[in-house]
């Protein structure tokens, strides 16, 4: 049976309450987004889509454990909020992520090239650490505040972090949104739990 996954790592109930402060604030000031329920925020590293449950957690998930015993934890700090792709055209509302970026990147380098040996065609963008606060179905209907206020907060703080562990995620899609199962956690440097 096929599953709809990924490997991402969770973020703190701190910043959790931050974004959900930040995005109360922002929902007001615009139409059209919808806005990702903080409870479900994580920072994906690798979304694999659809694949066999006995692949993902037989061989795809004996690699992932190889890759991250040897990782020491990861110090990030929640930093800035922006758009995707531009800010002319915003498709996509996100909050930043800072501090031991490098680390994070040189660690899904090494997944990435792991994972091709499996199929997976290599994301040729760079990683780039974020948080999903909203999505625009269309173009943005901005009242004219949305935006300078979003540039207002391409700074802001909003919390640290501690990477000790990643987590491979089912993700069923539904009217309601999608609802994350955690199939096996990963923890940096050391043992896998389920």
Not at 63 to 90: A, C, D, K, M, T
């Amino acid at each position: 049976m096929k599953m709809r996954s990924f490997l991402a790592f969770d973020i703190t109930d701190e910043m959790r309450a931050e974004l959900a402060a930040v995005i109360n604030l922002l929902e007001s000031k615009s139409k059209g987004i919808r806005w990702v329920e903080p409870k479900g925020m994580h920072c994906t590293i690798r979304f694999f889509g659809e694949v066999e449950e006995e692949l993902l957690m037989g061989k795809l998930a004996q690699v992932i454990e190889q890759e991250v015993r040897h990782q020491s934890p990861i110090g990030l700090v929640g930093r800035g909020f922006g758009v995707f792709p531009n800010w002319r055209y915003p498709r996509v509302l996100w909050a930043g992520l800072g501090g031991d970026v490098e680390a994070v990147i040189s660690l899904h380098r090494r997944l990435e090239e792991a994972f091709s040996e499996f199929g997976f065609k290599k994301d040729p963008r760079e990683l780039r650490l974020h948080l999903t606060l909203g999505r625009a179905k269309s173009r943005v209907k901005d009242s004219g505040q949305l935006m300078p206020l979003v540039e207002k907060m391409s700074e802001r703080e909003f919390g640290k972090l501690t990477v000790s562990k990643l987590t491979l995620y089912k993700s069923d899609l539904t009217k309601e949104g999608p609802i994350y199962t955690p199939l096996k956690v990963f923890s940096l440097g050391g043992d896998m739990n389920t």
